[in-house]
């Protein structure tokens, strides 16, 4: 039989019975989760379930933590963020948080400037999303909530990531413009990138997954396959009815 590399077999990223703290509040707590190479997985879960600490925790921004969060087979234990995005995760934070006195270019830039070398550059930014090309020299405060989170969208992918967090990017945007950020996933998905995305949104958020997690005050609560569960047991777990 062949010997197949752990990379080929082990998925992108592995947590373990993770806890995040603040203080000495638990927000997250005991949670297992995998993402493969190409596979879109949501988390779901109300205002307060531990979502974001969730993310904040896998690319290094969680005061405390218990339990391990391994990414292609290594422990990421005491890596400081840029350290980690350098090694291919990047972020799409909640809120965007964007440099708003910054051009649309320029913050942009930045994702390039920290990430890990790879095949997608600023052109395929503007091939995603052609109105970031026409506003490329405009100040990101000047822009749409929309166009707003395609920089922070465009700007996580310039990192070149292998894994991509996406932090409710569906947030406050018409449903025209949370289509459009959304079409992506699956061209993501193709290159092979790992994708987890949090989203308050259940239908939308279920819509492109390949697997799911629900959290109820910072535990998972379900974790299946959205076509192997009912609408009825989501919102069970969702709310802990
Ligand atoms: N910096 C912080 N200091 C103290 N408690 C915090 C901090 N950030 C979050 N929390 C608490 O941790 C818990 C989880 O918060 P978190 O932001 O991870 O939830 P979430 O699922 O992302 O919620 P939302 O849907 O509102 O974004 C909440 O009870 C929240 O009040
Ligand atoms: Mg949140």
């Not at 203080?23 to 307060?48: H, K, P, T, Y």
């Not at 790992?194 to 997954?209: F, H, K, M, P, W």
């Amino acid at each position: 039989m062949p010997v197949t590399a752990a990379s080929d077999t082990s998925p992108l990223l592995a947590v373990r019975q993770l806890s995040v703290f603040y203080g000495q509040f638990r927000a997250v707590d005991a949670v297992d989760l995998s993402v493969r190479a190409g596979e879109v997985v949501s988390i779901i879960g109300a205002n307060g379930a531990g979502k974001s600490s969730l993310l904040k925790a896998i690319i290094g921004q969680a005061d405390r933590i218990e339990g391990v969060i391994s990414y292609c087979g290594e422990d990421l234990a005491g890596q400081g963020t840029a350290e980690i995005v350098a090694k291919g995760i990047a972020l799409v934070p909640e809120g965007r948080r964007l440099f708003p006195s910054l051009s649309v270019e320029e913050n942009l830039h930045i994702g390039w400037e920290v990430g890990r070398q790879g095949e997608i550059g600023i052109e395929d930014v503007f091939g995603f999303f052609p109105i970031l090309k026409e506003r490329c020299r405009q100040k990101a405060r000047e822009l749409s909530g929309g166009q707003q989170q395609m920089v922070a969208l465009g700007r996580a992918l310039l990192a070149n990531p292998r894994l991509l967090l996406c932090d409710e990017i569906s947030l406050g945007l018409a449903p025209v413009v949370i289509d459009s950020l959304y079409k992506l996933i699956p061209a993501i998905k193709a290159r092979g990138i790992g994708i987890l995305v949090v989203e308050q949104d259940i239908t939308r958020s279920l819509a492109v997954a390949d697997r799911f997690y629900c959290l109820l005050e910072g535990k998972v609560t379900l974790a299946s396959r959205p076509s192997a569960t009912s609408r009825e047991v989501v919102m069970q777990h969702y709310f802990g009815l």
